[in-house]
């Protein structure tokens, strides 16, 4: 198994002068290739409305791909290179040639998921000449690439890169006994140096999560709520808490910002403003991963072998409203002021990533997470055959036939539940009209039931 560990490195002032200049490096090296594809693809394109007799199409050059542009790093090694706009000249022999390597690698699928797409057939954007603050990583591999443990009071590692020798390595956690160091990443972040470190792991097994075997028992189901304080539903009659680490930083982050934007550029006091408001994103964005961590061992210790969670179309729930307009070309009110707050709070839940790293832990630990398509799943009551959610704004349902208290969010992670065991009715629409064709109900109701009548009942 495959797997990546993340360390905060302590490089002396030498070292980091070094990997400052060999990012420098990197950087243009990376700003070049993609120049010459784009003038590739400029110079052998003409306008689908253009005239054939005035637009004509030059003579045809060698495409750029990987193999072509890496066979230029020998020769542009030879001799000292200028930089055209800032006349800065940088040697590009003094970098690792597989790290120079990796970043053709880098453009090559860059700009091949922007013409043609990635495995699934979806399609990047335009690819981007990279600034300082874009471009901040580089890839270390090969023989002359180690790590070392030895270290006073096993507070420290010491990794061995090519032409630069050791550095110094905060432990924080230990590296597994047999796992093999295939790369190191070097990392420049707002606060500071970092190394991911991609080991792979010989000695755990792959997981097949077909193996096993869901049922009632074995199984929970998790619906994305994403309203007040809660985060996700379980099936079992349980909420977990949301963090908002976004709304909670709001207007300390746009403090900064207007104060940053007062600024002369290129002043000093902008630049110190600039690496505040870097580190409050950072701290935004690790307040966030923490959270979606510790959500994650907390539904793992629940001791369940199939987690169900509903597949969300992220890229749709985000997307702006339509703009409307009357007879006259006037734009009308749309509801976007209020669907603005709702996709930052979408962003800010961040359920992508959560359930990427839910994923990623749930197979470490041999467990099986499976989503599956939500279609009616929040609007059906899960211990019968009747639509009762059918506005966001009811919240809950008092049965007085069961006499019980129906949760809208647990009712929805309840069939979630259901459609993973394939015991969720199949239902369709005729003329308008929502019909349930074949259900099987009747089976789950009592443990559906049961997982009700544990929660509290509401105040009259």
């Not at 270390?140 to 890169?161: A, D, P, R, W």
Request: with cysteine; net charge positive.
């Amino acid at each position: 198994m495959k797997y990546t560990y993340q360390y905060r490195i302590l490089p002396t002032t030498n070292q980091k002068i070094t990997l400052n200049r060999w990012l420098r490096v990197c950087r243009f090296w990376f700003n070049r290739q993609l120049g010459e594809r784009f003038q590739w693809w400029e110079q052998n394109r003409c306008a689908v409305n253009s005239c054939p007799l005035i637009c004509h199409l030059p003579e045809l050059k060698e495409k750029p791909n990987y193999y072509s542009q890496k066979k230029q790093l020998p020769i542009l090694k030879k001799d000292v290179v200028t930089v055209q706009w800032s006349k800065e000249k940088l040697d590009l022999s003094e970098v690792p040639s597989l790290t120079l390597q990796e970043v053709c690698k880098r453009v090559d699928k860059a700009f091949s998921r922007y013409i043609s797409g990635d495995s699934n057939g979806k399609r990047s954007g335009k690819p981007r000449f990279k600034s300082s603050n874009r471009f901040r990583s580089m890839v270390f591999e090969g023989g002359g690439l180690s790590i070392h443990s030895c270290s006073v009071g096993k507070k420290y590692l010491y990794l061995k890169t090519p032409k630069i020798g050791l550095i110094k390595v905060r432990m924080h956690r230990y590296l597994p006994d047999g796992a093999i160091l295939k790369q190191a990443q070097i990392i420049k972040k707002a606060d500071g140096w970092y190394v991911n470190l991609r080991l792979d792991d010989p000695t755990i097994p792959k997981f097949n999560k077909d193996k096993i075997v869901a049922n009632w028992d074995n199984s929970t189901g998790l619906d994305a709520v994403l309203y007040e304080d809660d985060y996700l539903a379980t099936s079992d009659g349980k909420k977990l808490s949301s963090l908002k680490s976004l709304r909670k930083s709001e207007a300390r982050l746009a403090q900064i910002s207007q104060r940053k934007a007062n600024k002369k550029k290129g002043s000093k006091s902008r630049r110190k403003l600039a690496k505040r408001e870097s580190r409050e994103h950072q701290r935004i964005a690790r307040a966030r991963k923490d959270h979606a961590y510790s959500t994650a061992h907390k539904l793992l210790k629940t001791g369940k072998k199939v987690f169900f969670h509903e597949k969300l179309n992220l890229k749709g729930l985000s997307r702006k409203n339509k703009p409307v307009q009357d007879d006259n070309g006037k734009y009308l009110p749309n509801g976007q002021s209020a669907k603005s707050g709702l996709n930052k709070s979408w962003s800010d839940a961040a359920f992508g990533q959560f359930f990427s790293i839910f994923n990623y832990i749930a197979e470490k630990a041999g467990v099986a997470v499976i989503e599956i398509n939500p279609a009616y799943t929040s609007q059906l009551l899960p211990y019968r055959d009747e639509f009762v959610f059918t506005d966001c704004s009811i919240r809950e349902y008092w049965d007085e036939i069961e006499q019980v208290s129906v949760d809208r969010d647990i009712s929805a992670a309840i069939n979630i539940k259901r459609v993973g065991l394939d015991e969720f009715p199949t239902i369709k629409r005729r003329k308008g009209k929502i019909v349930i064709v074949d259900s099987t109900t009747h089976l789950t109701s009592k443990e559906v039931l049961s997982v009700f009548r544990g929660l509290e009942k509401p105040a009259l």
